[in-house]
Structure formats: C-alpha cells, structure tokens
C-alpha cells in the first residue's frame, strides 16, 4: 500500500508548486486617458487616478475608467508575464465644462454669483447646460463681468486681460537682500515683484549694506513684464553734483535725489544721466562718468526762460518789430476804418514798409483788413 501513496503525493505536491508558479507570473498594466481626474478599476478594483501604472496577475483582465460628466470606458485585455501593456482610455465627453484663465493672479471667479476658486486657471467641470453670467474680480485690477453659454459634451475657454496696459517688475540682486526703492518707495530686500506699474519710465534704486548704492531707469511697456537683474559691488565713487539754483531737483538715472547740492558717496561705477530741474528755468542735462574710488564733480548752471534782447538766441518767432508792433494794434486798425466812410471814392495805393519782407527773420507780416483806403506806414 505504502508504494502506491507515496508516488500520488507526490504527484499532488507536484500540482501545487505548477499553479503556485502560474500565479506569479506577472506583468505590467499602463493605463491613461484624456479626461484628467479619472479613476480607473482593475477587474472591478479601484486601483487610482490615470494615468497609472499597475503590476497585475499574467492573463486577462477588465478595465474600467470612469469620471463625471464622460461616459466610462471599458475593455478587456491579456497581460503576459514580463510583459507591459499600454491602454490608452479616451471618455466621450457628456456634460458641458467652463474654464476661465486670466493674465494676473489673485483673481476670484464667480458663476452665478457662485465661487468657483482664485488663480490664474479655474474651471468648472463637470457643469451643467444653460445661460450664466460670469464675474471675475481682482483688488487691484477691477471687476470683469459677462454672459457665458455652457452646451452638452463641450467645453467653453474664457480667456481674460485685466492687467490692460498696466505692466509688472521683477528685481533681483546678486547677493541677494538689497533694499528696493522703487519710484521712491520702499519695496522690501530683493527679490521682488511690483505689480502692477504703470507703462512708461521709473526709477529704480538699490543700497545694501557694505555694497556700492545703484540707480537705473526701468521702461515699462504696456501690459508687459519687466525683469531686472542688478549686480552689487563693493567699491564705488562718488558723485557731487552743485546746481546754481539752490532749491533746484537733482536726479540721477531718473531717480530723484533731492534739492540743491547732492554728494552721492559709494555709487556703483558707471555712465549716469545727470538731469537738475527748477521751476521757471530750463532743464539742466548731462552725462556723467563715475569711477571707482575717484570723485566725480557736476556743476549744473540753470537758465531762466527770460528773453534777452542783446542775445543771438531767441524764442519761437524772433523779437517783434517796431513796424510790426504798429500793425498789430487793434486801435490802428480801428482807426483807419473810420476813415473810410469820410472819405469815399478816393483811392490811393497802398504801400507797407519795405520791413515786412519775409526774407528777414523776426519780422511778423500782418494781413491787411479789406479797405479802399490806402495808408504809408511812418
């Protein structure tokens, strides 16, 4: 009895260890699909969010994606072992979605009154068919507002510009941790970001502790963003600059410094447009050279707008003539029109002075008012 147990046991073990081999063998399952946020099941399991990528039993397998507003995708497929299979889930799209993208951020989008989250990209997904008025608000850029139509199996883009013409600046130093005064206010260390800035030029200046002050023009266009990159080092010169008017505004690089004599000490070595300005005289305007450990010395001599008649220079139009101050009396002219009436039929030739010739500069010719009367001027 004992010789025929023992060859069926082990034939029965042999059995065993076959299938237990046979249910190790695995392969691997890839699974993706268009519609972000889908989940997917594995022979009725729920495994995760596509795309994922499963280890499963070799042999045939259901998958299942699934996600709101799509109709589910379902299909089966044979995994062999050591092998990786690729499933690419594409979902019919059933309901309508709304997504709203704005070129700033921090702004707030309401349907129907209903938040739907801040950002720069918010959407609603999945929505429902139907009319909806759309609202979008910023603190600092305004408030938006709108109709928007959400159709079956669709979705609606809105893409929305509050920034306008209002642009934005990035300021960065090399070492980090400079003060930023920016128009002449203060922003904080480096890096920052000032937004939003109005189109046009700004000043921009840079101090940090044992390091060379800076000071730069910023050009901001419209709607658009502005990097700066500053390198701060150690070594400057420095720069004094005596206007000849003692209340009169000094700037460097378009960043006001103040009134009257400047002496800027530790300023980062370079070319520096130097402009000094007063009330009732014309701008002063030059170009400096800043060197490292040398004193650069300005002085900036103001002129008043006063005409002088003994200069060459004049104002638009030259000085006026003495003939010419005649005719443009109103009086004169009134004059002569009474004239007319007391003395009818009487012609004589008119003549002006050889003066009003329009060869020479500065001499204004005055239009005769239509008249029979004929007058030589003194």
């Known amino acids: 009895m004992r010789p025929v147990i023992l060859p069926l046991l082990v034939s029965i073990c042999s059995l065993l260890l076959g299938a237990g081999q046979a249910a190790a063998a695995t392969g691997i399952l890839e699974v993706e ?26 042999g045939r397998h259901s998958v299942r994606v699934e996600r709101p507003g799509f109709a589910p995708f379902e299909q089966r497929v ?4 050591d092998t990786s299979v690729q499933l690419k889930a594409n979902l019919l799209r059933l309901d309508p979605a709304l997504e709203v993208r704005i070129d700033v951020e921090g702004a707030e989008v309401f349907l129907d009154g209903r938040s739907l989250g801040k950002g720069r990209e918010v959407s609603l997904d999945p929505a429902e068919v139907g009319n909806y008025e759309l609202r979008v608000e910023h ?6 507002r709108g109709k928007v139509r959400l159709e079956a199996g669709s979705v609606t883009p809105v893409e929305l510009k509050l920034r306008g013409s209002l642009g934005s600046v990035t300021i960065h130093s090399d070492p980090e941790g400079a003060r930023v005064f920016f128009d002449g206010m203060d922003y904080g260390p480096t890096p920052t970001t000032i937004d939003p800035v109005k189109a046009g030029n700004h000043s921009l200046k840079l101090s940090a502790e044992g390091k060379a002050l800076v000071f730069k023009q910023v ?7 502005v990097t700066v990159d500053v390198e701060m080092v150690e070594a400057g010169g420095e720069l004094v600059v005596r206007p000849s008017v003692k209340a009169a505004q000094v700037f460097v690089d378009g960043v006001l410094i103040g009134p009257g ?7 980062k070595p370079g070319r520096y447009s130097v ?12 170009e400096v050279e800043v060197e490292e450990g040398k004193k650069t010395q300005l002085s900036a001599r103001l002129e008043g707008f ?11 139009g030259g000085p006026p003539s003495a003939g010419a101050d005649v005719v443009r009396k109103p009086g004169f002219w009134a004059a002569i029109a009474g004239g007319v009436g007391a003395a009818v039929g009487i012609s004589l030739a008119v003549a002006l002075s050889a003066d009003s010739s329009d060869d020479e500069p500065g001499v204004v010719g005055v239009p005769q008012p239509p008249t029979d009367l004929a007058f030589t001027l003194p």
């Open 275 to 286: 402009r000094v300005a007063a009330a009732g005289y014309v701008d002063f305007l030059d």
């Open 306 to 316: 006063t005409y002088q008649k003994q200069s060459n220079a004049r104002l638009v």
């Open 261 to 267: 004599k400047q002496e800027l000490q530790q300023v």
């Open 219 to 225: 050009v901001v266009g419209p709607g658009k963003a």
């Open 139 to 144: 603190e600092v850029f305004g408030t938006w």
């Open 78 to 81: 044979t995994v062999k072992a």
């Open 33 to 58: 699909t268009n519609a972000s946020g889908a989940m997917v099941y594995i022979d009725g399991q729920m495994v995760g969010e596509a795309p994922i990528l499963e280890m499963v039993s070799a």
